[in-house]
């Protein structure tokens, strides 16, 4: 699959936005607001970003995280520290609306890409920037990734045991970032629309984690919990963890005393109901370690498709663990649409691309095309600049495209 050749109307179309970004937070933020219809055009060293080529699958060396990063956007190379880059770069700015970034406060600067130097340029442009800390703080000025927020919030802390803390493989953390980038980048654009000035949209690693943790954290401050990790085990109900089958693994989480009392009866502990250590969430999550204990008894009896069934009849939530291959194979996966294939020069096979994850019954989001392969659309975007051949020719002769 190449492109969508739909002609619903899109949100964002008529919006152009400078993609600067880099591995995770500014450039999928970039992708939410290019699936919505923006025009994204994302800007890399001549050589290529130091993100394109992250988990190689290509024959370019292009990676994953690039390939689903990038998707809708057109890609330019241009090196916006020479003198005729940054000409480029004022050119674009005065015909954009958004500018993402996620680069330290004094690279926006040394760039011209800080707000004042971009407002100098497009008045009511708005900037759209992450750090890994955040402002107003001794460690404002460090750099950071997604590992940052999930030790320093207390998550890492709280998973796997005290022996051994484990961050997530998945970095929730950019992504959660992207998302409140791209939610702040939208209430701009509607804030634009009411008072015809743009603002700086600044998100933070660490303030991301902070707020996903917030109800943990809440916890510990006012009464003290000092709660430790318990694998996958939940703390607020149980039975509530990852469980052993005959075949594979499952996952089952229960809350309320009237989905607790239907496991308890499948699987024959009816005087677990009226267990006084057992009358709510709670007490539940305190008890968990022992309900894991019987659930692992009734799962290790049967396997994960006989398990799920019988947990199904009873109407409690379950579902098999995979992994990435069993993901892809899955037949619910598949027939919803959550992962497109996609062809993509130099790859053996399609490139699974998730579109927007959120659907819109009347302005969806849409796959228009893929990433881009490095400086694809540099010369249409000169060209719409006003750039003829023979600049675009010096240009690239001096090596600022």
Not at 66 to 82: H, I
């Amino acid at each position: 699959m190449e492109h969508s050749t739909s002609t619903t109307h899109q949100v964002l179309a008529g919006v152009r936005v400078l993609d600067f970004g880099r591995y995770i937070a500014g450039p999928y933020c970039a992708a939410l607001l290019a699936d919505l219809g923006a025009d994204v055009i994302r800007i890399e060293r001549v050589t290529g970003g130091e993100d394109r080529s992250v988990m190689p699958v290509g024959k370019d060396g292009v990676g994953a995280l690039f390939l689903a990063m990038n998707r809708n956007k057109r890609g330019m190379t241009l090196d916006p520290a020479s003198s005729a880059g940054r000409e480029i770069v004022r050119k674009l700015v005065a015909t954009a609306d958004v500018v993402i970034a996620n680069l330290p406060p004094d690279v926006l600067r040394s760039l011209a890409l800080d707000l004042a130097s971009l407002q100098a340029i497009k008045p009511n442009i708005i900037l759209t920037t992450v750090t890994a800390f955040g402002a107003g703080g001794p460690w404002s000025h460090k750099h950071g990734f997604d590992g940052v927020g999930q030790v320093m919030s207390g998550a890492a802390y709280l998973t796997g045991t005290r022996e051994q803390p484990l961050r997530a493989t998945v970095p929730w953390v950019d992504f959660g970032t992207a998302l409140y980038s791209a939610f702040g980048t939208l209430a701009a654009l509607l804030a634009r629309t009411q008072t015809g000035r743009g603002q700086k949209v600044e998100a933070a690693l660490l303030q991301t984690a902070l707020a996903f943790n917030n109800a943990l954290l809440l916890e510990q401050q006012v009464i003290a919990t000092n709660r430790e990790a318990t694998l996958n085990r939940g703390y607020t109900s149980a039975p509530s963890d990852i469980y052993r089958t005959q075949d594979g693994w499952i996952v089952i989480g229960t809350v309320g005393n009237p989905m607790f009392a239907r496991w308890a009866k499948l699987i024959g502990e009816d005087a677990w109901i009226s267990d006084p250590r057992f009358n709510d969430d709670a007490a539940r999550g305190t008890h968990g370690e022992l309900i894991s204990a019987r659930m692992t008894q009734w799962t290790l009896a049967r396997t994960t498709t006989q398990a799920l069934a019988e947990l199904e009849r009873a109407t409690i939530p379950a579902a098999p663990l995979y992994s990435p291959q069993q993901a892809l194979d899955d037949a619910h996966i598949q027939a919803t649409g959550f992962l497109l294939d996609t062809d993509y020069p130099g790859l053996p096979r399609a490139a699974p691309i998730a579109p927007l994850p959120v659907n819109l019954s009347a302005t969806p989001g849409q796959f228009q095309h893929r990433a881009p392969i490095l400086g694809e659309h540099t010369e249409d975007i000169l060209r719409e600049l006003g750039y003829d051949a023979a600049a675009i020719a010096a240009l690239r002769l001096a090596h600022a495209i």
